[in-house]
């Protein structure tokens, strides 16, 4: 099934098929920040957010969300529809950490009345900077419509992902979304999983997301796995 290499990420690596209409994502084990300056390599990091993933888009496409996932082809390789990436990273925020309290201020922890939805660039090269939908339309990423829509979906998603957490004693104060187009639709692309989230436990509030690599503050293969325990615990069996 896996054929030649077509792309290779900071995470993940894109493989084309015999199928021109489906790639397979394979979840690796390396994990970056700050724009790739600092690296790791984290045992099974790959296969526990390749399954979160796997699990959380299984849940939102019953809840009506396209998802480019069409099945897993092994525990770290996902076939997906090849599909044309949206270069938007849609940040949606419930609780503020993270970057939004160092350009503005906002403590820590506080809740946000309203889900906030901001869009970056998504260009390594400039530093994946913040737009607007103007700025957007102009540099040709998308149109106002598409924009509107993708807004629109992210909101869902968010008010799916909130009670889906919580029922698993886990907090979402934000995370990152990322779409693709294909045959005129929108389909949720890339991850959902402990690299592309803040995962706070509800309890201690501890992190249990890539924060803990970022920061140096604590065990990350632990905390991914206890991620990986609440939502698919079936791979525990
Ligand atoms: P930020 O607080 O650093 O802006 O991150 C907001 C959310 O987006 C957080 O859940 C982590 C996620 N994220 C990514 O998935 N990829 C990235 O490159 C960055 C910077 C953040
Ligand atoms: N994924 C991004 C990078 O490497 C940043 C991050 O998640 O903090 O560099």
Redesign the pocket.
Known sequence: MKMEQLYTGKAKTIYKTDDPTKLISEFRDSLTAFDGKKKSEVDKKGYYNAQITRKIYEMLEAEGIKTHLIEMVSDIDMLVDAVEIVKL?V?V?NIA????TRKYPMKEGTIFENPIIAFDYKSDEYG?PMLNNDIAVALGVSTYEEIEHIRNIALKINKILVDYLDERGILL????LEFGRKDGDILLADEISC????FWDKETGESL??DLFRQDKGNLSKAYEEVARRIVPEIFE
């Open positions: 990273e940040i925020r950490a993270g970057s939004i994946d104060p934000d995370f990152k690299d592309t989230c803040r997301d890539k």
